[in-house]
Nanobody, 123 residues
């Protein structure tokens, strides 16, 4: 079974930074990528970012472009999300899950949605 565990969340002031990590087990890094979704109270969940298995393709939601950077370390079975210049609207629970990028479009496998990590941006 695929298991994805997110970590690295916390409380940060606006303009601050956090680095999230996703540890994967039972995952085929030769075939699929890993990405991030977030869920905030009262809001629709949002696909934030995805990186292909090779690292050659990435996707970012418009709301995070230029601020967030996704990277993978297949040797360590981890994917990281560096979040800079955080805003209060980034406050959410962040989950990692399997994703695929095909011709610029992202496909998410919600069956692999793992336990999330809370990110709170507040002064």
């Amino acid at each position: 079974d695929v298991q994805l565990q997110a970590s690295g969340g916390g409380l940060v002031q606006p303009g601050g930074s956090l680095r999230l990590s996703c540890a994967a087990s039972g995952f085929n890094f030769d075939a699929d990528g890993i990405g991030w979704f977030r869920q905030a109270p009262g809001k629709e969940r949002e696909g934030v970012s995805c990186i292909s298995n090779t690292g050659d393709s990435t996707y970012y939601a418009d709301s995070v472009k230029g601020r967030f950077t996704i990277s993978n370390d297949n040797a360590k079975n981890t994917v990281s999300l560096q979040m800079n210049n955080l805003k209060p609207e980034d406050t959410a629970i962040y989950h990692c899950l399997e994703c695929t990028i095909v011709e610029g479009k992202v496909y998410w496998n919600h069956e692999t949605w793992g336990r999330g990590t809370q990110v709170t941006v507040s002064s």
